[in-house]
């Protein structure tokens, strides 16, 4: 039978998502559900792996039977996955032996204050092109063994497999024949050297981690198995950790491609090619997804406190009632009258790298509006986004000419016109902004030659509104300190914080 689709399965961290595409890119079918998420302790994030897996099947096979697809017509199964999230599982009964970690929970941190103090922060940067931290999923492992009754035996007789959530799905899909995982979310572990492509030896001792809980590391484009859960045997073909799946989506295949996501939080990752750059401004090097074993890599930033503003100005503000009705506000006033609002609720991300920082509102006078004070909030947003866009270019020596744009946010006519003014780029919205779920469709669909290669895939990609710099640079200029000497005052008071 004809091969029409390509089923997407998009994990993410509050819902699981299915998606199926067709060779033009356009979404055929789509079902998404949500699931719970489990807080039992302040800082802790769980999720139930079987809860993961059964969502996922269930919207697969409801985006299946909403077309009245046959099976035979789907060429291939794709998958991305919320990044980092840790499940381990007994290789005999396939059980978890407990709940995911998920990437937000903070309960490692004090593991990752002593790996600190005992010098592994060079180490671990070098090799795994990330800074230390709680969220990825070594320390989230080392804890499993260290606190889940009967683990480190188990580990230690070479009984418990170890995943993300996309080798968890793919040993479920394959009944446990396949335990594998790509390069994208293997490079998310803070397990993997980047540089030669296998598990670091060093670190896995640190955390007393036996390889054979490990899966195989492959490309993200390959035949990683066949399910036939759905009837039939379906190629899984794809798998990529959602933020590599998006620039792929975008394809951002060449180096100096960037993609900027307006979600929640924020994320942009620039395609730096065969180099690995290591940052010194706290960006994350890190793989991007690809179809070969020479690997190409990518640098990511991320801001923490995005769309999350806006939400903010909803139901804590109480300013707005919408998020889209933010952009009428912003368009009713020429500027925001001198205000700037830095929302450092939870620290500060690259390049500045503070826990402590705070929101801080700066610039008040009596002439301020409601209108002005929102016109603040979503500028934060392109602030945000531009001083990771500096940190790049700078990074990478390489020249950025335009930015691909998707999540939420993006939607904002606004929002996009001042990142281009602000940052004097170009800003290119596509038409289909599921750029995860198509990323990791793409990347399957080209595994079994669904798609012949990139070039057909790019004649997919279609502009939907493009954003061009409009203000003078007097202007700009003008913005931009005054947005930095914001920046400043939050930084300030975190630094504050001990004074009497
Ligand atoms: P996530 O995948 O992180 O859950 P989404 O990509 O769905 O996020 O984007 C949702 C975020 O985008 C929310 O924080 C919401 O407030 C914000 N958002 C949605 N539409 C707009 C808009 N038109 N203007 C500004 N913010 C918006």
Redesign the pocket.
């Known amino acids: 039978m004809d091969k029409k689709y390509v089923l997407s399965m998009d994990q ?1 961290t ?1 819902s699981s998502r299915a998606v199926l595409f067709d060779k033009y890119g356009n979404i055929v079918s789509m079902v998404q559900k949500e699931f719970r998420q489990i807080f039992p302790q302040p800082g802790w994030v769980e999720h139930d792996p079987m809860e993961i897996w059964s969502t996922q099947m269930g919207v697969a096979m409801e985006a299946i039977q909403k077309i009245d697809a046959h099976t035979d017509e789907i060429a291939a199964i794709g998958i991305t996955n919320q990044r980092e999230t840790t499940v381990i599982w007994d290789a005999d009964s396939g059980r978890p032996i407990c709940n995911a970690i998920v990437w937000q929970c903070r309960r490692t941190a004090d593991m990752i204050e002593k790996m600190k103090a005992d010098g592994m922060a060079d180490l671990v940067k070098h090799r795994t092109g990330l800074v230390l931290d709680a969220y990825f999923s070594g320390s989230k492992i080392a804890w499993i063994l260290q606190n889940v009754a009967g683990a480190r035996e188990k580990a230690d007789a070479g009984k418990l497999r170890f995943g993300t959530v996309d080798s968890w799905l793919i040993w479920n899909l394959t009944d446990g024949k396949v335990h594998a995982t790509d390069y994208t979310n293997a490079s998310r572990t803070m397990l993997f050297d980047i540089h030669r492509l296998c598990w670091d030896k060093d670190i896995l001792d640190y955390f007393n981690i036996p390889e054979s809980m490990l899966p195989e590391v492959h490309p993200s484009s390959c035949v990683y198995g066949y399910t036939d859960k759905f009837g039939g045997n379906i190629a899984i073909a794809g798998a990529a950790g959602d933020q590599q799946a998006a620039l792929f989506g975008q394809c951002g295949f060449c180096a100096g491609d960037v993609k900027s ?5 924020g994320f942009m990752l620039m395609n730096t090619g065969a180099d690995a750059i290591c940052s010194q401004k706290g960006l994350l090097t890190t793989i991007a997804a690809g179809e070969h074993d020479k690997v190409q890599y990518a640098l990511e930033g991320s801001v923490f406190v ?3 503003a ?2 903010w100005l ?1 139901d804590e503000m109480r300013m707005i009632r919408t ?2 009705q ?2 009428e506000y912003c368009m009713s006033v020429p500027d925001t009258n001198g205000v700037y609002i830095v929302p450092a609720f939870s620290g500060m991300g690259a390049p500045y790298w503070n826990q402590y920082a705070r929101g801080t509102v700066v610039g008040l006078t009596r002439g301020v509006s409601k209108d002005h004070f929102i016109r603040a909030a ?1 500028e934060s947003l392109a602030y945000q986004t531009n001083d990771l866009i500096s940190a790049m270019k700078e990074e990478a020596g390489l020249d950025i000419s335009s930015i691909k744009v998707d ?3 993006s ?2 006519n606004f ?1 996009m016109q001042f990142q281009s003014d602000i940052s004097d780029l170009k800003i290119e919205r596509p038409s289909c902004v599921e750029t995860t779920a198509l990323g990791a469709a793409y990347l399957a669909g080209l595994a079994v030659s669904y798609w012949a290669d990139k070039d057909e895939i790019k004649k997919n990609w279609q502009m939907q509104k493009e954003f061009l710099p409009k203000i003078e640079p007097e202007n700009r200029k003008k913005l931009l300190k005054g947005w930095h000497r914001a920046v400043k005052c939050a930084l300030c008071w975190a630094n504050g914080e001990n004074d009497d």
Do not use: C, K, M
Request: hydrophobic share 30%; net charge neutral.
């Open positions: 993410g509050t996501t307006y979600g929640t939080g995005a769309g999350a806006i939400q909803r998020s889209p933010s952009e979503v999540g939420g946010a939607a904002n929002l």
